[in-house]
């Protein structure tokens, strides 16, 4: 049940026409990104931003961090949050500055976290680790009663949230149309590069299976390649 | 005068040694990203977090937005901010779950913006275009009164401030240095793809020298190329 001031959280009030009630793209924009941005007030009252990695584990958005980390406690202690997860997907150059923007889509979700303890815990983090890098968690031990009493693990539902997408071409007045200058979109890309082993690796340890398939699924998928003398342009 | 709340505000407080205390890093990661996350308390106390284009001009940065935006005028009206800006940089793969992380940059600001008003609001413009798309203003006409007059500019003093950097590697314990598993790092690489005109572009109009340096400039810092028949690999 969503109530009055609920509601009004989460309306779009600039460029409504933008607001798109789908979960799917909602869902489709939480499985892509690997950085949100949560919100919350202080204990002074002043606004303070953090980034930190999540996953969408499908009705819930899950964050982790430290029990040493102040935020993640109060975060842990009820305190309400606003996840904000952003791509910037392309440059909207317009025949004018005032026209010219971003094609982005920006998620919000609200609300207030749960912790997430003992079996569920250990669940949670292997979805955040198979969430950065898919298929880690089955290539490396498992993680130490020591290290879980570490790790603060808490889930936001996905109840109330918003999202916004602008993926169209620049809206220029007939004056400017009819003129010299160019309009379009110049698209925003992101991916990975050829993985670098670490300093400290032992002599004989290949490249695992996750880490080159997260490489190469990105090139793939982008039709583009980092400088690595082991790629050919597609 | 920075007084001991303010001290608190910026203090680092988990993973102190990543905090780096110099201005001219500061001012390369807010020269480098486009988009900022700006946190705000709103007028029912709870958290809001709101993803903008922006740009450092000299000692502040520069916000824009519609005179139509409730969160801008609440900013405006002298709402405390905090603006934050990250820089995803690689995957940290460790040899366990528990040490991956992540390279990044992280800055947070915090202060209250002053409004951008007559001549240097068209100035403070021009900058913000020419961050996204540098030389652009050179090649489009000047904005319109009214154009002027829906906009809103806000200038937040780079004054209160931190910057914290995480570019090294997994600190495993001895125990997993000594086993199978792999360890290094992914770059995560961003950058532009060919620019695709409007639709509605009339005939003959060629791709500016703003928007073709852009993207031949940033393909060439990465040595990369994007799905595109014009290039060629580097």
């Known amino acids: 049940m969503t109530s009055a001031s609920e509601r009004t959280r989460t309306t779009i009030t600039r460029l409504a026409e933008y607001a798109v009630d789908d979960r799917a793209r909602l869902d489709q924009l939480l499985d892509e990104q690997l950085i949100a941005h949560v919100g919350v007030v202080r204990a002074d009252g002043y606004p303070m931003v953090l980034p930190t990695a999540f996953a969408r584990d499908g009705d819930r958005v899950l964050l982790h961090g430290s029990t040493g980390s102040p935020w993640m406690r109060r975060v842990a202690d009820g305190a309400p949050v606003c996840v904000q997860v952003t791509a910037a997907d392309a440059l909207i150059v317009a025949r004018s500055a005032f026209e010219s923007s971003l094609r982005y889509r ?63 071409w620049s809206d220029d007045p007939d004056t400017d149309l009819a003129g010299d200058a160019w309009a379009g979109v110049v698209p925003m890309v992101t991916g990975y590069g050829a993985a670098i082993a670490a300093p400290d690796l032992r002599q004989g340890i290949a490249v695992p299976g996750s880490v080159s398939r997260l490489v190469d699924r990105q090139s793939t998928a982008l039709g583009w390649s980092v400088g690595d003398d082991t790629k050919t342009c597609t």
């Open 106 to 168: 920006s998620a919000v979700l609200f609300g207030v976290c749960e912790r997430v303890e003992g079996a569920a815990k250990a669940s949670a983090l292997d979805v955040l680790t198979d969430r950065l890098i898919p298929g880690r968690t089955a290539e490396v031990r498992r993680p130490t009663a020591k290290e879980l009493a570490a790790t603060l693990v808490l889930a936001l539902p996905i109840s109330e949230w918003s999202l916004k997408v602008s993926d169209g």
